[in-house]
């Protein structure tokens, strides 16, 4: 029976499909919506985690916050020998530490003038940057931080804009460094392995990107860094990462002999969960916002059906003269605005859903399409359908078939 | 042996019914039997209460006083669901204005009695169109009803009004919407299915049409004026039903 108002349903779609494609418009903009907008927040959340977790899910940066009136003293800063001991002390725990430095000056060669950043990092750094890709030559060794070289690794784009072409290992250039200016040799070229618009949310400065050994840092100043970028370990999520980063801390404030709120520590890890729950937050508004177009495609559907029931008297009558219960013309009707709005959400569905993929082959970003909110989708459409048509099918079904009949 | 059990029974059957500012006594204590196997024209003017007759002997309408039984079933006391069912089963529906559901095939439109009987796809297809073929439609089962003449449409009605083999047919004006042609036809066609052993029940106006049943009942003012034996009903051919025709 069920089957039978099934494709009784359709074919009375198919009949007047002008008019059932106007009646589902409200409920395809709907569910386009819908679909559309939690497409594009679950595609942003997985860029975002993405990103972060490119730049390193475990990476923090603890600086000196220090609130005693008193002023700072020398000991709050971070000496290299303290690097070496938190080595130590934390072992594995925390795998990766620099002294967060770096400097941007200009640099001139034969094409022109540029703006170069050179970043202090460790030999390891490269273990903490997966979408890094080291094309020609190499990334700094031990011995390189060791013997303090002024030896830098290029991005690929850097290496354009300086040189005009992207294998320059073992070419030179100058950048004021320290007040003097200095000679840093390329020994590595990188490729940063980022979609366009993963570029664009890291935020794309004009400067050049280039790493340096962090050693070449410590001549500066007294040898005394007011921060450090450190790595834990790569296994730490969540609860263990947010442990380790409290014990650190600590640790960092106990031997300074300081307050642990004299240091702040600026979690990767926790950004990304703010900024996922605030993408999450908008997401669910704004749904909820093209969800309300769904109600005016609901009351659309009631509309038509409506109308299709007064034009339909006649047949209600003889339907019921031929055998039909009261329950045999309601669920009649209401399975066609059922098929109606379930319909209206697979279009619009479809629709929103081909728009989001081809969007993000343009744009070389893998899009998030969740099957679960598509399901929903479609079954709130469905229900839309039969909340809407539950009037307009009691009214088919308690028609008096005597009056039915004589309806012109 | 043929049943001679009435098919339809009124006993001091009464209809009132209210317009809203007035009452109106549309049937008067009716006396009436029906066996089965009888073919009976119902005839009289408007408002003579035929039409009032018609929609309660088709279970669409209640007696108000009295008691109708048909097939010897009570129906009075029956609720809207069994009504329902009674109609699906024992009842066949032919209209003036024929009442098909376009849209539909020919064919699916025959199925719809044996839908909300509850008969399996397959074997209703195969009843719908052998229904069809007896009526002279086996090449047109999936034409649609607005592709067909006024005759053949009335067929395609009474092909449906068969579905479930009922044991009475109701027609209501079966002619009324039909030219003399296609009307002999229609006749002819319900001389044979009375031939065959059906109850055949045809309200009309027109004598002519009357002729061709065995009993004549007429109404005037609710009452039922006379009962007669038709001695001499209108002969029919033997080919009826059989290939298209010109209706």
């Known amino acids: 029976?069920?089957?039978?108002?099934?494709?009784?349903?359709?074919?009375?779609?198919?009949?007047?499909?002008?008019?059932?494609?106007?009646?589902?418009?409200?409920?395809?903009?709907?569910?386009?919506?819908?679909?559309?907008?939690?497409?594009?927040?679950?595609?942003?959340?997985?860029?975002?985690?993405?990103?972060?977790?490119?730049?390193?899910?475990?990476?923090?940066?603890?600086?000196?916050?220090?609130?005693?009136?008193?002023?700072?003293?020398?000991?709050?800063?971070?000496?290299?020998?303290?690097?070496?001991?938190?080595?130590?002390?934390?072992?594995?725990?925390?795998?990766?530490?620099?002294?967060?430095?770096?400097?941007?000056?200009?640099?001139?060669?034969?094409?022109?003038?540029?703006?170069?950043?050179?970043?202090?990092?460790?030999?390891?750094?490269?273990?903490?940057?997966?979408?890094?890709?080291?094309?020609?030559?190499?990334?700094?060794?031990?011995?390189?931080?060791?013997?303090?070289?002024?030896?830098?690794?290029?991005?690929?784009?850097?290496?354009?804009?300086?040189?005009?072409?992207?294998?320059?290992?073992?070419?030179?250039?100058?950048?004021?460094?320290?007040?003097?200016?200095?000679?840093?040799?390329?020994?590595?070229?990188?490729?940063?392995?980022?979609?366009?618009?993963?570029?664009?949310?890291?935020?794309?400065?004009?400067?050049?990107?280039?790493?340096?050994?962090?050693?070449?840092?410590?001549?500066?100043?007294?040898?005394?860094?007011?921060?450090?970028?450190?790595?834990?370990?790569?296994?730490?999520?969540?609860?263990?990462?947010?442990?380790?980063?409290?014990?650190?801390?600590?640790?960092?404030?106990?031997?300074?002999?300081?307050?642990?709120?004299?240091?702040?520590?600026?979690?990767?890890?926790?950004?990304?969960?703010?900024?996922?729950?605030?993408?999450?937050?908008?997401?669910?508004?704004?749904?909820?916002?093209?969800?309300?177009?769904?109600?005016?495609?609901?009351?659309?559907?009631?509309?038509?059906?409506?109308?299709?029931?007064?034009?339909?008297?006649?047949?209600?009558?003889?339907?019921?003269?031929?055998?039909?219960?009261?329950?045999?013309?309601?669920?009649?009707?209401?399975?066609?605005?059922?098929?109606?709005?379930?319909?209206?959400?697979?279009?619009?569905?479809?629709?929103?859903s081909g728009a989001i993929l081809i969007a993000g082959a343009i744009m070389q970003q893998s899009v998030v399409i969740r099957p679960i909110i598509v399901i929903l989708a479609v079954g709130f459409s469905a229900l839309v359908g039969i909340f809407f048509g539950i009037y307009p099918a009691l009214k088919a079904a308690k028609r008096d078939p005597i009056i039915a009949l004589r309806y012109e | 042996m043929a049943e001679t059990k009435d098919i339809i029974k009124l006993e001091d059957m009464v209809k009132i019914y209210d317009t809203g500012a007035i009452k109106v006594l549309g049937l008067n204590r009716i006396n009436l039997s029906i066996k089965h196997g009888e073919f009976v024209a119902i005839m009289g003017h408007s408002g003579s209460g035929k039409s009032t007759l018609l929609n309660i002997l088709g279970c669409l309408d209640r007696p108000t006083l009295g008691h109708y039984y048909l097939d010897g079933i009570d129906v009075a006391q029956m609720s809207g669901d069994e009504l329902s069912r009674v109609r699906n089963q024992k009842i066949g529906f032919v209209f003036q204005s024929f009442n098909l559901i376009s849209r539909m095939s020919i064919q699916k439109n025959v199925e719809v009695p044996m839908t909300y009987a509850k008969i399996k796809p397959d074997k209703r297809r195969k009843r719908a169109i052998e229904l069809l073929e007896m009526v002279g439609l086996g090449e047109r089962i999936n034409h649609e009803p607005n592709e067909l003449s006024g005759g053949q449409r009335q067929r395609v009605a009474i092909a449906r009004a068969l579905a479930n083999k009922p044991p009475l047919i109701l027609a209501d004006e079966p002619t009324g919407n039909l030219d003399s042609q296609a009307s002999i036809e229609i006749m002819e066609l319900f001389a044979k299915l009375h031939k065959e052993g059906s109850t055949v029940v045809v309200v009309t106006h027109e004598d002519n049409i009357a002729a061709y049943t065995h009993r004549i009942l007429t109404f005037k003012d609710g009452v039922l004026q006379s009962d007669r034996i038709n001695e001499k009903p209108t002969p029919f051919g033997e080919n009826v039903g059989l290939g298209d025709r010109k209706s």
């Open chain 1, 1 to 352: 029976m069920f089957v039978e108002n099934l494709k009784m349903a359709l074919s009375a779609l198919v009949a007047n499909k002008m008019r059932s494609f106007l009646t589902m418009l409200g409920i395809i903009i709907g569910i386009g919506s819908v679909i559309g907008i939690a497409s594009i927040g679950d595609t942003v959340r997985q860029m975002v985690s993405t990103i972060y977790q490119n730049v390193g899910a475990t990476q923090s940066i603890v600086y000196l916050n220090i609130q005693d009136e008193a002023g700072i003293r020398d000991t709050d800063f971070f000496t290299n020998e303290e690097i070496e001991k938190y080595k130590k002390i934390f072992g594995t725990d925390l795998a990766y530490v620099d002294t967060n430095s770096s400097l941007t000056s200009e640099v001139k060669t034969k094409l022109g003038i540029n703006k170069v950043t050179l970043t202090g990092v460790d030999s390891n750094f490269l273990n903490f940057q997966p979408t890094m890709e080291i094309k020609y030559g190499r990334f700094l060794t031990s011995k390189d931080i060791e013997s303090r070289r002024y030896v830098v690794v290029v991005e690929d784009t850097a290496a354009l804009k300086l040189f005009g072409k992207e294998d320059v290992v073992g070419k030179t250039f100058r950048e004021k460094f320290n007040g003097a200016l200095q000679e840093f040799t390329v020994i590595g070229v990188y490729h940063e392995n980022m979609s366009p618009l993963q570029k664009v949310f890291m935020g794309n400065s004009q400067d050049l990107k280039t790493y340096v050994p962090t050693s070449l840092f410590i001549e500066s100043e007294y040898n005394m860094f007011s921060g450090l970028r450190i790595f834990a370990n790569k296994n730490f999520s969540g609860e263990t990462l947010k442990r380790f980063n409290e014990n650190f801390v600590e640790y960092v404030a106990r031997t300074k002999g300081r307050n642990k709120e004299d240091f702040y520590l600026y979690s990767a890890g926790n950004e990304m969960a703010q900024v996922d729950g605030f993408l999450s937050a908008i997401s669910i508004a704004m749904g909820g916002i093209a969800a309300i177009s769904l109600i005016v495609g609901g009351i659309g559907i009631m509309n038509i059906m409506l109308v299709s029931v007064t034009e339909r008297t006649r047949e209600i009558g003889t339907r019921k003269a031929l055998g039909a219960t009261t329950r045999d013309i309601l669920t009649q009707f209401l399975i066609e605005s059922a098929v109606l709005s379930a319909i209206g959400g697979i279009i619009g569905t479809s629709i929103a």
